[in-house]
């Protein structure tokens, strides 16, 4: 993925991803500086479903490490484009893409959720139904696919939906850590983070109760604009 599909994506997916060109040095490119995307809800929004203080830590510590490992990464292999010594290029590729995945994931993270009472858990609007019915079925075969998935995620990673440009599909997939298991062509439109920062303070090794908890604060509103914006509205 090149810079400007990043950002794209992250557009697509609610991201305030902030890319300010920095100070190059000569003949080389200028690095994108991320930054960490303000949530669009206090952090004891989502309570009693997801507890504040996790979502403190989650947002303003892990989110933030994620940013700081892109931009480090990103430097670092500029660095090695300037000076030539490439020594370290599979190190920081792969730390670009752990941490590119990290910041978007949870830049989308923060946005498909809502309160309980404003837009969360809501109804899902019809275009997106339309299509998780042609996918799977029914909602409920959607719903028991998903949370069966999250459930299932061996380590720390997520489950992710997933639209598929090429047919038109959406499609479920697990993602383990914050970037692998996943195949070329697809993007996610809404997922849940199951690594244990996300719900161990409440939930401790009750993944699933976290799972069956979090569907009340799906903002569905906001995955619907995610898809439309990919298929075309
Ligand atoms: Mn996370």
Known sequence: MN????VELGIAAGAALAVQPTIASAGDAPAPQH???????PYDALEPYIDAKTMEIHHSKHHQAYVDGLN???AELAKARSSGDYTTIEYWSKKAAFN???????????QIMAPANKGGGGKIPSKLEAALKDSFGSVEAFRAHFSAAAAAVEGSGWALLHVRPSDGRLIILQAENQHKLTPWGVTPIMGIDVWEHAYYLK???????YIKAWWNVVNWEKVEDNYLRIVGR
């Open 100 to 110: 590119g995945g990290g910041h978007f994931l949870h830049s989308m993270f923060w």
């Open 35 to 41: 930054t960490l995307p303000p949530l669009p809800y």
């Open 203 to 209: 939930y401790q090794n009750r993944r699933a109760d």
């Open 72 to 74: 480090k990464a990103e």
């Open 3 to 6: 810079r400007r599909e990043f």
